[in-house]
């Protein structure tokens, strides 16, 4: 589904989409989306007014692929489930998504 609608998902739900703020959370969230088995996911990364920004506006830490981050309204970003790389795609684009619940 296309990134503002996943995100309504997760929100509806009772989290949000997933924000990656080291490489070790990074590692886990690429290994709970290859064995979900969905290919790539849709996180908490978009593009802004004031470039890309996590969800929580909080956290900068940044894992893109290759040629990936680029600059652009309408800008989403999925992880891949291979490498756990950022890319950049459409929001409108359809991939599968990953939300975190805070636990008190």
Request: hydrophobic share 35%.
């Amino acid at each position: 589904m296309p990134w503002d609608t996943a995100f309504s998902e997760c929100t509806l739900a009772g989290g949000h989409f997933v924000v990656l703020g080291s490489p070790e959370e990074n590692e886990f969230v690429r290994s709970v989306i290859a064995e979900r088995g969905t290919g790539s996911n849709w996180v908490g990364l978009k593009f802004g007014d004031e470039g890309w920004a996590w969800i929580d506006e909080r956290e900068t830490y940044l894992n893109w692929g290759p040629g990936e981050g680029i600059t652009g309204a309408g800008l989403c970003a999925r992880m891949k489930d291979d490498t756990g790389k950022l890319h950049d795609r459409a929001c409108t684009s359809t991939y599968a998504y990953i939300c975190e619940e805070e636990i008190a």
